[in-house]
């Protein structure tokens, strides 16, 4: 055997022996996850937000971070997602801030407040105005590191058995409304109740709602509450928001590389890009589907309704901000953003929309 033939087969043997380990190597970088949410297996909406972002860090890693999505309840129940990631159970959730409010006062800024910003002067807060450094500030001490995770857009008032044609028909009336939204109804004389989302329909036709409020048109069809409540109110006071959050495990977060930690955050901002625009499209295809082919009632809260909410709104957020200091500057940063924005959403998207004229 001469020189070159040894040293062919000894060069052969060592590119056999890198094939066969690089399998092994892929394996060992690579992650798998699992993220737990507050919402029904693919619910349109925020269901399909938690898939997305799921398939979009798979695709952008190379599948070097995979991720299965479970519904709630298949892991942990709707409301424990935060406690869930937090705790290591799971690495990654999906779900909404305002369920944390009872946690800390000030999460439901991050979801929505009666009154407050819109979808796109939330993102602005949130990107540009401060707001991403305060979210994080709020829940270092559960363990996550918070990202927007989608957007169900401007929501509606709720659906209801009976017409609402005073502040008086709201008296003692059971509804489904969460956040400080919720309160609002309250202190207007409601029981506003904590029902999960796949416990909505349920709850309505067994007769322990007598109301609920839950996204928009394009999420609402698809739990069926028209069946059992035809009266559909807007405009949605309670939520004019519908930013839904993705939760990392500070403790997975820091064990991510570099380039895997900016997959995770681009592929969360860009489902909170999407999502929006496809519950824009949702919204007004699911909006005719349920007045045209429901007969649903498509109604206005009366002003005498608006005008008591929104004073109860304004003493709401004033209790919250007083209940610690970081959920006091979390206020000021979102209350000052909101007059600052007011007078450019003014002479831009509400003159433009009177304008318009449909």
Partial sequence: ???????????????????LAAPSVARAQQKRWRMVTSWPKR????????????????AMSGGRLQITVHAAGEVVPAFEVLDAVGGGVVEMGHTAAFYWQGKQPAA??????????????????VEAGGGQALWDELYAPFGVKPFMGGNTGVCMGGWFRTPMKDV??????KIRSLGLGGEVYRRLGATPQTTAPGEILTSLQSGVLDGAEFVGPGTDIALGLYRVAPHYYGPGFNKPNGTGECLISL???????????????????????FALSEMERLNAEALA?????????????????????????????AEVAARNPLAQKVHDSYTAFRDRV?????????????????
Avoid at 342 to 354: K, N, P, Q, T
């Fill in 289 to 317: 589907a349920l007045v045209e082919r429901h007969k649903v009632k498509l109604e206005t809260f009366p002003d005498a309704i608006v005008v008591a909410a929104r004073g109860q709104a304004t003493d709401i957020l």
């Fill in 43 to 58: 619910l349109p909406g925020p269901g399909m937000s938690a898939e997305r972002v799921a398939e979009r860090i798979s």
């Fill in 251 to 273: 403790a997975a977060w820091s064990g991510l590389d570099a380039d895997l930690k900016a997959i995770v955050a681009h592929a969360c901002a860009t489902e909170a890009t």
């Fill in 108 to 125: 439901a800024f991050y979801t929505t407040v009666p009154f407050g910003l819109t979808p796109a002067e939330h993102v602005a807060w």
């Fill in 1 to 19: 055997m001469t020189n070159l033939t040894r040293r062919r087969l000894a060069g052969g043997a060592l590119g056999a022996a890198a094939v």
């Fill in 342 to 358: 007011a007078g450019w959403s003014r002479v831009s998207i509400r003159a433009v929309l009177e304008a318009r004229g449909v």
């Fill in 168 to 173: 008086a028909d709201l008296k003692g009336l």
